[in-house]
């Protein structure tokens, strides 16, 4: 994706952030066809790198094509908000504020054990904040491997990154604060995310 320098960011921490947050994300290829699958990430770090895990139906027509080498494209979107052009000093256009992250990679497909340790760790995340966590240990390796037969594991090793980070940074002090004044009467979750944002980003 094309981003202005102005909303261009290095930050990886910021990027980690997003992924973690948005992770139910897009998995898109184009073997054969331009394909798009929603599915779990986690994002694994080794020795100062990473890399991306996710796992997608064996019936999904990107599990019948993909393999080692093949190009894939992870498209993650965080906060974003209309900004109403009605919120600035003098007449412009209205626009869009968002975070987002696209990362381009080489598949590696996951073994049956990778695979299995990937719904161990993405169990336990969204399983320990639970008032009866079910964890894999929990449910039985027979269970759990009978049930990953349909699932087909993918890692994915980033080969360039996208970070966006656009938060009205092309605007003066006026707008700016006028912008997040506005965000934050709004009843949308999303806009008041974007309104605090932006306040971090100045404060």
């Known amino acids: 994706m094309f981003i202005p320098k102005i909303y261009k960011s290095e930050d990886q921490e910021l990027m980690k952030k997003i992924i973690s947050e948005n992770a139910f994300a897009l998995l898109i290829s184009d073997k054969e066809k331009l394909s798009a699958t929603h599915s779990m990430f986690l994002l694994n770090e080794t020795d100062g790198d990473f890399y991306l895990e996710t796992h997608i139906s064996k019936a999904n027509f990107q599990a019948k094509v993909l393999k080692d080498g093949d190009e894939v494209l992870c498209d993650f979107l965080g906060a974003h908000s209309y900004i109403s052009s009605s919120w600035y000093e003098k007449t412009n256009v209205s626009t869009w504020n968002y975070e987002a992250v696209q990362i381009r990679g080489r598949v590696k497909l996951m073994t049956d054990e990778e695979l299995y340790r990937h719904l161990e760790k993405l169990t336990f995340k969204y399983e320990k904040v639970q ?24 890692n994915i090793i980033p080969t360039e990154i996208f970070i966006a980070n656009k938060l009205s940074q092309n605007r003066n002090e006026f707008d700016f604060e006028n912008i997040i004044l506005n965000l934050g009467e709004s009843n949308n979750e999303n806009s008041v995310k974007i309104g605090e944002k932006m306040r971090q980003l100045r404060s």
């Open 131 to 154: 008032k009866c966590p079910m964890f894999v240990e929990n449910m039985g390796e027979d269970l759990v491997r009978k049930e990953m037969k349909g699932a087909f594991g993918i």
